[in-house]
C-alpha cells in the first residue's frame, strides 16, 4: 500500500528526474579531457599551487569547449603578458610624449659603415690633404682632416678639424677623442691614415663590408715596438689602420692613463701600446681570411710600370711624396679597376652564353647583347616602335613634320660616335689578318627602345685591305646598342614650397594693350588666394620717352590700373621700378632689379604674355636651388588662331596639342633664380665687361649662367606656362643674335608647317577659282 502511494506522488515528478539525469549523462559523454595544464601568470607545475582532481583549482586540468580550437602542443608555451591598468596614473603626472625619429635608420639605430680620417699637417694639407681628398672623397661618406694647426683659410670642399697644438702624441689622443665625442655612435668602422699614403678608397670599403661589427679588431700593417720587449704589436700608421667601434669604446676610459703613462715619438706607436695595454688587443693584418693588403714605394718609382700582385691588389701604397705621384696613382688604379670591371662583364657575358646552350631554344634563348633587356614586344600595332631613317647629313623624321632635315648638333655628334664605334668593333674583329676603312654610310636606322636604349642597324661601304696590301669594297651591316645606363640619386640641397617668389614683369611701350588681361589672369590665380607671391612692375622708359614722363606718361594707364587693383585687394600692394636705357637688354635690366633686393631673394622674371598659377611657382619655388642650380622653363607657346583653327571656330577651353602650339625652346626670357646666384655669375663676368662692354648686350642672363657660374642650368618643358599668341615687336638696338632669334619666333608662332601649307592650299585654290 506504500509503494502505491510512494509512486502515486513521484509519478508526476517523474519525467523531469529522467530528463535531468539523462541530460547529465549525455554532457558527460561530450566533454573533451586536455592534458596541457592551463597555467596563468606563468606559474609551472612546480610553484606550489594544489592541483584538485577535475576541479578547475589552480593549474588543474580543464575542458575545452566542443567548438573551439585546439593548439599544437609545443615543449615551450608562449604566453603573452598584459599589464594590468593602474587607476590614478594619469594624476600623477602628464603622459610622456612619444618621440619619433626623422629617419627610420635613427629610430632603429643603423649606423654608418665607415668613417675615414686623415692626418695631416699645416705644411703638407694645402698639397698632399688636397690631393688625397680629390682622390676618395668621392668614394666615400665622411672624410675628417685632423691636424695641428690650419692656415686661416680652409681648402674648399674638405672638413677640417684643428686640435691647436702641433705635438704628434697629443694630436693623435684629441683625434681620437674627437672621433669618440662626435662620430662613436654614427659609425661601426674608423680608418685613420697619413695625407702621405694614397688609399684605394673602394676596397678598404669592401673589406669593412666583410667584417663583422662585433669585432674587437685592429688592422693594419704590423710593425715591432721599439726596443722589441713588449709582446704584441702596433700599426703603421703611414700605411693606415682599421679600428673597430667595440675596440674604440673599451679603449676610451684608458686614454687620459696612457697620455700619462705612456712615452713614445710616433703617435702611432703611442696608440698601438694604449690598445695592448687597456684593451689587450694587438695589430694584425689578416682576419678569417680577409687580408688588409699594403705596398711599400721608392722615391721615383713609376705606378704605370708597376705590375706586381702586391701593388694592384693595395689598399694602400706608402709613401707618396707630392700631389703629381697622388694623382698618378689613383690614375693606376682606376685603371686596373676599370680592366677588371671589362673583365669580369666578360667572364659573366661568357657564363650565359654557356648556360644558354642547355635552353630549349639554345643560342636564341640568350637575348642580344648578352646581359641587356630583350627587345620590346608590342602588344597592339599601336605600340610598334618606329625607325627613323638617316644619313650622315640628314634625318628624314624631323620634328616639326617636314621630309627631312639636315642632321645637326647632338644628333649628328650621336651618328658621328655610332659610326666610328661600329669601325672600331669590326676592325677588332677582324685584326691582324684584315683591316677596315670606311667609305660611306649607305643606310642608317635607329629607334628608341624603352627597355634597352637606342638601337642603330647601319649599312657600311667599307674598304678592306689585307696583310699584303690588297683591298676590295664591300658593304657591311652593323648592329649597335647604346644601353640605357643605371639611374644615379643625386643628393640635392633641401628646399621648401614656403619661400616667397618675386615676379618681376619688364614692360615696355609696346606691351601696354596687354597688361589688362595679364593682371586679371594674375590676381584671380594670387590676390585672391593670397599666395605667398610679390608682383613687380618694371617699366622701361627710352631717353626721349623719360624726358616726356611729368607731361606724358606712357605707362600711366597702367599705373592707374595698378592702384586700382590694389583699392580692390587692401593687402596686396604691386610696387614698381622706372629704368631709362637706350638699349634694355635683359642683364643691365636685371642689375637694377637685383641692387634693390636682399641677398635671399627669389626672382621668377615673367613675360606680359605669360599666363602664370601657383602650380608652376611651386615647380619654380623647388628647381631653382641657393647656390646649386638656377632654371629656365619652356613654356608652352600657341599658335597664331587665325592659322591654327582657319575657317574653324577655336575651342573654348585650349588644350596643349601639337596643333594648338608647341613648348618654345628658343625663348629665355622667363627663369627663376635667386639674387645671391645672380650677383655671384655677375661678378664672375666683370673682367671680360670691361675688355668688351658689348657683351651686356650680346649676352641674356641664360649665356651668363651657362659661361661663367658654376651652377645647374636646368631646362625642362612646363605645362602649366602658357603664353598666348601674340606679333612681338623685335628691337634692332639690341644685339644680332638676339634681334634675328625674336624674328624667328615671330615666324614660328604663327602655325605648324602642315596648317600653312593648308592655308597656302586654300589661298591658291581660291585664286585659282
Known amino acids: ?98 618621440f619619433r625619429a626623422k629617419y627610420i635608420s635613427t629610430e632603429l639605430g643603423i649606423r654608418e659603415r665607415l668613417f675615414v680620417g686623415v692626418l695631416t699637417s699645416k705644411t703638407t694639407i694645402d698639397t698632399l690633404g688636397v690631393a688625397m681628398n680629390r682622390t676618395i672623397g668621392h668614394h666615400l661618406d665622411t672624410v675628417a682632416f685632423f691636424t695641428g694647426t690650419r692656415n686661416r683659410k680652409v681648402p674648399h670642399g674638405m672638413f677640417v678639424v684643428a686640435h691647436g697644438d702641433e705635438r704628434l702624441i697629443w ?16 659609425y661601426d668602422w674608423f680608418y685613420f691614415i697619413q695625407d702621405n699614403a694614397y688609399m684605394e678608397a673602394d676596397r678598404i670599403k669592401a673589406l669593412v663590408g666583410h667584417l663583422s661589427m662585433s669585432l674587437e679588431l685592429y688592422m693594419g700593417r704590423p710593425e715591432q715596438f721599439i726596443g722589441g720587449t713588449r709582446q704584441g704589436r702596433y700599426c703603421n700608421g703611414g700605411f693606415g689602420y682599421l679600428l673597430s667601434r667595440p675596440l674604440l669604446l673599451r679603449l676610451q676610459p684608458f686614454l687620459e692613463t696612457c697620455r700619462n703613462d705612456i712615452l ?31 705596398f711599400e714605394t721608392g722615391q721615383n718609382a713609376d705606378p704605370s710600370k708597376e705590375e706586381s700582385e702586391r701593388f ?19 690614375k693606376r688604379f682606376t685603371e686596373l679597376e676599370l680592366q677588371r670591371t671589362y673583365d669580369e662583364i666578360e667572364k659573366l657575358q661568357a657564363e650565359i652564353k654557356n648556360v644558354s646552350e642547355e635552353a630549349i631554344d639554345g643560342n636564341r634563348s640568350a637575348h642580344w647583347p648578352v646581359g641587356i633587356n630583350p627587345p620590346f614586344e608590342p602588344k597592339t600595332r599601336f605600340e610598334v616602335l618606329r625607325w627613323d631613317y638617316f644619313t650622315e647629313n640628314l634625318v628624314y623624321t624631323c620634328i616639326d613634320g617636314s621630309p627631312k632635315c639636315e642632321l645637326r648638333g647632338i644628333d649628328k655628334m650621336d651618328v658621328a660616335d ?78 621648401t614650397e614656403a619661400t616667397r617668389v618675386h615676379v618681376i614683369l619688364p614692360m615696355t611701350v609696346h606691351d601696354r594693350d596687354y597688361v589688362s588681361h595679364f593682371l586679371d589672369v594674375y590676381a584671380t590665380q594670387f590676390f585672391e588666394t593670397s599666395e605667398n607671391a ?47 636705357t637706350e638699349a634694355p637688354s635683359q642683364i643691365k635690366i636685371l642689375d637694377i632689379i637685383s641692387k634693390k633686393h636682399p641677398v635671399d631673394t627669389l626672382f621668377f622674371v615673367a613675360n606680359i604674355n605669360t599666363n602664370v598659377n601657383s602650380e608652376f611657382l611651386n615647380r619654380c619655388r623647388m628647381n631653382s636651388i641657393n ?20 575657317n574653324q571656330e577655336p575651342p573654348t577651353i585650349s588644350t596643349l596639342s601639337k596643333d594648338a602650339g608647341y613648348f618654345d625652346r628658343n625663348v629665355f626670357d622667363e627663369a627663376c633664380f635667386y639674387n645671391s646666384d645672380y650677383m655671384a655669375t655677375r661678378t664672375l663676368m666683370t673682367a671680360d665687361v670691361q675688355e668688351n662692354e658689348d657683351l651686356l648686350e650680346t649676352l641674356d642672363v641664360y649665356d651668363m649662367f651657362v659661361r661663367y657660374s658654376g651652377l645647374h642650368v636646368f631646362r625642362a618643358v612646363e605645362p602649366a606656362l602658357r603664353q598666348k599668341y601674340r606679333h612681338q615687336t623685335c628691337d634692332p638696338r639690341l644685339s644680332e643674335d638676339i634681334y634675328h632669334r625674336c624674328v624667328q619666333n615671330n615666324l614660328e608662332r604663327l602655325g605648324s608647317r602642315s596648317q600653312l601649307a593648308m592655308l597656302l592650299f586654300d589661298q591658291e585654290q581660291g585664286n585659282s577659282t
Open 264 to 294: 713614445s715619438t710616433r703617435p702611432d706607436e703611442w696608440l698601438g701600446r694604449c690598445i695592448a695595454d687597456s684593451v689587450g688587443a694587438s695589430c694584425v693584418d689578416e682576419h678569417e681570411g680577409l687580408q688588409y693588403h699594403h
Open 312 to 330: 694592384q691588389n693595395a689598399i694602400a701604397v706608402h709613401p707618396v711624396s707630392n700631389p703629381e705621384q697622388m694623382y698618378r696613382l689613383h
Open 171 to 186: 694630436n693623435m689622443l684629441q683625434t681620437v677623442k674627437y672621433v669618440l665625442e662626435h662620430y662613436v655612435a654614427e
Open 418 to 495: 655610332v659610326i666610328e664605334t661600329a669601325m672600331g668593333e669590326l676592325n677588332k674583329k677582324y685584326k691582324p689578318m684584315l683591316y677596315l676603312k670606311k667609305q660611306q654610310l649607305i643606310n642608317g636606322y635607329r629607334r628608341f627602345d624603352p627597355t634597352r636604349g637606342m638601337e642603330y642597324t647601319l649599312d657600311l661601304q667599307v674598304e678592306v685591305f689585307n696583310q699584303k696590301g690588297r683591298s676590295l669594297s664591300l658593304v657591311k651591316r652593323v648592329h649597335l646598342v647604346r644601353p640605357l645606363s643605371h639611374i644615379e640619386i643625386i643628393p640635392m640641397p633641401y628646399v
Open 534 to 580: 610679390v608682383l613687380t612692375f618694371l617699366f622701361i622708359y627710352d631717353p626721349f620717352e623719360a624726358q616726356q614722363v611729368n607731361q606724358n606718361d606712357i605707362f600711366s594707364q597702367v599705373k592707374g590700373k595698378i592702384t586700382s587693383y590694389e583699392r580692390k585687394y587692401p593687402a596686396v600692394k604691386i610696387p614698381w621700378i622706372s629704368v631709362k
Open 627 to 646: 647656390n646649386w642650380q638656377v632654371f629656365f622653363p619652356i613654356h608652352f607657346q600657341d599658335y597664331n588662331p587665325e592659322v591654327a583653327y582657319h
Open 1 to 98: 500500500m506504500r509503494c502505491f502511494t510512494l509512486l502515486s506522488l513521484l509519478r508526476p515528478v517523474g519525467p523531469v528526474v529522467v530528463g535531468i539525469s539523462l541530460g547529465f549523462t549525455l554532457s558527460l559523454l561530450s566533454v573533451t579531457w586536455v592534458e596541457d595544464p592551463c597555467e596563468p601568470d606563468g606559474l609551472g607545475p612546480g610553484s606550489g599551487l594544489v592541483t584538485g582532481a577535475g576541479l578547475g583549482i589552480g593549474n588543474a586540468k580543464g575542458a575545452r569547449k566542443p567548438s573551439s580550437i585546439s593548439s599544437v602542443d609545443t615543449e615551450e608555451d608562449f604566453e603573452p603578458r598584459i599589464v594590468p591598468y593602474k587607476a590614478g596614473t594619469e594624476s600623477q603626472g602628464q603622459a610622456k610624449k612619444v
